[in-house]
């Protein structure tokens, strides 16, 4: 009784506190949600007001050119090369059938579940001057290491052809989807209009798919500009490999931070002018008659073309590494699989789940207040969020840690004054603390996606839906969320496999006897022992492959009109 | 459902609060320390909670976590972290009569505010068919330019090249060693990647004629169940530096109790467990490390690199010359 009077009240006061905040201002509830968001990288960037010292001027004297320099090679490098092993295959499974275009459409994404070290573990293990092919050469040509050609695995060329080849699928998902949104009505009337097919892509299919396809693209350049484990092993002098030697090697946090700071300024603009540009070209969906896709059948030469086209990408950034990886995990599988290995699996496919549903959930809430009620402060804060995924983890996980246990701290004293008991650190040292730390770095993915669909939607279908008194929640669930479906299903399983890839953040904050597959790789790995690390990085790709098929699937099946 | 419930307490209970237990913040990878941690448990009953990562973000946690963290130890692989940490005021003074009699006064802190626990050293290791032993004398004549391209070593970035670097600073003065390392630079075959073993395997391709990389990684080749990986290392043969000056380069693995560790006797008894002949015989056979007490067997690896003299400087040197390292590395173009 007392339970259901008290659950009465509890509902009034809340229906009341809704009331209240729908009536102030729609948006100060989500101010506030948002900005918690943002404090770490607040944090990060709040080091900018703080003096810069004297190790400013040993890094702009010696090392710093090198580091900027570096870092925008491999952005020019990383961003070429991954739109073009993205781009048009999207464009070909969507629209042809060629032989294999039907394993093809899901195939290329397998790169993704692969973290970018191991990749550049496995290249380097076996392509590397004392590896097996380069040493199979000497052995058979007598010659000595330099007396002959071999492209030099560790380079910065190296390290962009590594990351685009596990980063392009970013790309590949966003604008696959974003093809497959498309009415194929303007493409048809494109056709009528005289534009062939190759015109028809590059005039009507590319325009439209370009908020996804920059999306895409800026998370690769985002997570390429925070990267360390790829560069650090190259021997690279990239942005990241100064923030934490400062850090590290000079003891310096400081100035560590305000060079992330100043490398989320640079992402920062760049986002804002890519926005700007966009505003320009405002692109809605005209019809939302579908009619169902009729693939084009491509045959000889084209069909060939096509299918080595979208074979690429794959075999370079997944049959050949794996291939190693299996190579090496059939002799030491036996000293890494045990009972505890079962337990880091389901650990991360745990953390990976809940991580991407909620940060689905938290995407939509904010995408679609956002496009009811405009607000400058939402709109930067939002903007702010998804800066987080351009951060080094390491520094969004101390960026976590600090307002945490300043809050368990102040928690904790004021408990033992007031009531003689202590809290400890009540939050920081949990799951809770990690899972927000992943929410911060990867929320910019599908915040940006559940944007960029909301953004082809034309603002009338909410009008017309508004006037027959449709509620905000049903325009979502009945209109928006169908439309949206393949677009929201591709950020779930971005955010999963970016958790099961993810490495530094979940270094620092794990619990007490608390591993991942991803932390239990690097650690081998990083011991050189690459047999042995070869097992959990095998099942990392093997976590990420399964969800990467069942979405894939999904995503054909959503558009409206598939057969 | 109450049933339930209080057995579930318990167990909670049991977990975090009757049993007794230590907790450590551990620099040094799971596979390298756990199972001598696991014995630790068996032996005296108590449990031991780990968490392993990078020694510089878990200084930043502790730092953060204040006086609330919930570790007792951080545990480091080289000196300078942990000279680092006291520098931070981390570290609290151990009282031990076995911590302090059974390792030598040159292995741990002037105030016994951490204690190294396992011996490493930076050794050079050549290829015997280019490079006779008579050849080569230590670190500093490495600049020499009868090395010139044929040097292999990784980067910068990494501690244990920094802390070599600081003990040359720690000997020569900062202008000389960079002299010094402005000269090696030009002598090295690539530009620094990889890690430690990659140098050797460096040096078997033909890549460089020597490298310079910590012991244990030669031994861990040795003992490899790769056949190609042993059949690598047997190729290259290890050299100790500066044996009639200062000698080899070595620093520690080790660990400190921290300021506010809620289970310091736990931790005292752990420290003073990873001292025992048994646990020192175990650095030594699973880790490759050399003990730092008296009396222990190493392991035939080991013993087979034979005697050598080791460099006896102080090792909170190491720590106060860190920065000063990166920074001349830095200069010199020690990428």
């Not at chain 1, 010696?62 to 073009?84: A, C, K, Q, W």
Request: charged share 15%.
């Amino acid at each position: 009784m007392i339970v259901s009077n008290s659950v009465q009240y509890l509902q009034r006061k809340s229906s009341l506190i809704c009331d209240i905040l729908k009536r102030s201002s729609p948006s100060l509830a989500l101010i506030l949600f948002s900005s918690f968001f943002c404090i770490p990288v607040l944090i990060v960037c709040g080091s900018l007001f703080l003096p810069f010292d004297e190790t400013w001027t040993h890094l702009v004297d010696t090392v710093l050119s090198d580091y900027v320099l570096n870092s925008f090679y491999l952005l020019i490098g990383v961003g070429f090369f991954s739109l073009l092993l993205s781009v048009v295959p999207a464009w070909l499974v969507t629209m042809y059938k060629f032989p294999g275009s039907r394993y093809l459409q899901w195939a290329i994404l397998l790169p993704m579940s692969m973290p970018a070290y191991i990749i550049a573990y496995s290249y380097t293990g076996a392509f590397d001057a004392a590896g097996p092919v380069q040493t199979t050469i000497r052995d058979m040509t007598n010659l000595q290491y330099n007396e002959y050609w071999f492209p030099e695995i560790r380079s910065l060329g190296g390290a962009i052809a590594m990351l685009s080849f596990v980063l392009y699928p970013y790309i590949y998902l966003l604008a696959r989807a974003s093809f497959i949104e498309q009415s194929v009505c303007v493409l048809e009337v494109s056709r009528t209009l005289g534009c062939n097919a190759l015109g028809a892509f590059k005039r009507v299919a590319l325009p439209l798919a370009r908020p996804a396809i920059i999306v895409g693209l800026s998370l690769v350049l985002m997570e390429t500009l925070a990267d360390y484990g790829t560069v650090q092993y190259f021997g690279i002098s990239a942005f990241t490999t100064g923030i934490f030697k400062t850090w590290f090697g000079m003891d310096n946090s400081l100035v560590a931070s305000q060079l992330s700071a100043i490398l989320l300024l640079f992402v920062f603009v760049f986002l804002f002018l890519e926005r700007r540009s966009r505003k320009l070209l405002t692109l809605h969906h005209t019809s939302n008659r579908y009619s169902p896709l009729t693939k084009e059948k491509l045959t000889g030469i084209r069909g060939f073309l096509s299918f080595i086209f979208c074979f690429t990408p794959l075999l370079f950034g997944f049959i050949i590494p794996v291939s190693f990886l299996v190579d090496w995990a059939i002799n030491a599988y036996s000293q890494v699989f045990d009972i505890d290995f079962y337990r880091l699996f389901m650990n991360s496919i745990f953390l990976a789940f809940i991580t991407s549903l909620l940060a689905l959930f938290i995407a939509l809430l904010l995408g679609y207040i956002n496009r009811n009620n405009f607000s400058l402060v939402n709109r930067f804060l939002v903007r702010f969020i998804s800066l987080g995924y351009a951060v080094p983890g390491t520094v969004i996980a101390i960026g976590v840690l600090i307002p945490f246990a300043w809050f368990d701290n102040k928690l904790d004293n004021f408990l033992i004054t007031n009531f003689n008991t202590s809290s400890g650190l009540l939050i920081s040292g949990t799951l809770f603390i990690l899972i927000f730390a992943y929410l911060v770095r990867f929320l910019t993915i599908p915040i940006n996606t559940v944007e960029a669909s909301l953004e082809k939607i034309k603002p009338g279908v909410d009008e017309v839906a508004k006037t027959t008194g449709m509620s905000h929640f049903n325009l979502m669930k009945k209109i928006h969320i169908p439309i949206m479906r393949g677009s929201l299903l591709t950020c779930l399983l971005l955010v999963f496999v970016d958790v099961l890839k993810e490495l530094p953040a979940t270094l620092i904050l794990r619990p007490f006897n608390f591993n991942t597959l991803a932390v239990r790789t690097f650690e081998l790995a990083n011991e050189e022992r690459l047999a042995e690390a070869a097992v959990p990085a095998l099942a990392i790709v093997i976590a990420g492959i399964i969800p990467v098929i069942i979405i894939s699937n999904s995503i054909s099946r959503s558009r409206p009109g598939y057969e | 459902m109450k049933k339930i419930l209080i057995s579930l307490i318990l167990l909670i209970c049991g977990q975090f609060v009757c049993a007794a237990e230590v907790n450590i913040y551990s620099a040094r990878k799971e596979a390298l320390i756990k199972p001598i941690l696991d014995r630790f448990t068996t032996e005296t009953g108590i449990k031991v909670n780990l968490i392993t990562g990078k020694a510089d973000t878990f200084i930043k946690r502790i730092e953060v976590e204040g006086k609330n963290t919930p570790a007792d130890i951080l545990l480091t692989v080289d000196a300078a972290r942990l000279v680092r940490a006291k520098d931070k005021e981390l570290f609290q003074s151990i009282d031990s009569k076995i911590l302090s009699s059974v390792i030598p006064a040159h292995l741990r802190d002037i105030d016994n505010h951490w204690f190294g626990l396992s011996l490493r050293s930076r050794v050079i290791v050549y290829n015997p068919d280019k490079v006779s032993s008579n050849d080569i004398i230590g670190y500093i004549d490495l600049a020499n330019d009868k090395w010139k391209g044929r040097i292999c070593v990784r980067s910068s970035s990494n501690i244990y090249n920094q802390s070599l670097v600081a003990s040359l600073i720690a000997h020569h003065g900062i202008m000389e060693t960079e002299r010094w390392a402005s000269k090696l630079v030009t002598n090295f075959a690539r530009t620094p990647k990889g890690g430690d073993r990659d140098q050797i395997k460096a040096v078997v391709a033909g890549v460089c004629d020597l490298a310079i990389v910590n012991n244990y990684y030669l031994a861990g080749m040795l003992d490899s169940n790769k056949d190609e990986e042993v059949a690598a290392a047997e190729k290259v043969k290890l050299f100790w530096p500066d044996q009639d000056t200062y000698g080899a380069h070595f620093n520690v693995s080790g660990a400190g109790i921290l300021k506010y560790a809620k289970n310091k006797d736990e931790a005292i008894k752990l420290l003073e467990y990873l001292v025992t002949i048994e646990a020192q015989q175990w650095y030594s056979d699973v880790n490759y490390e050399y003990p730092v007490i008296l009396d222990v067997k190493i392991s035939s690896i080991l013993k087979k690199w034979g005697a050598f003299s080791m460099d006896t400087l102080a090792l909170n040197l190491l720590g106060r010359y860190n920065s000063d390292a990166v920074k001349l590395m830095d200069r010199v173009g020690w990428k």
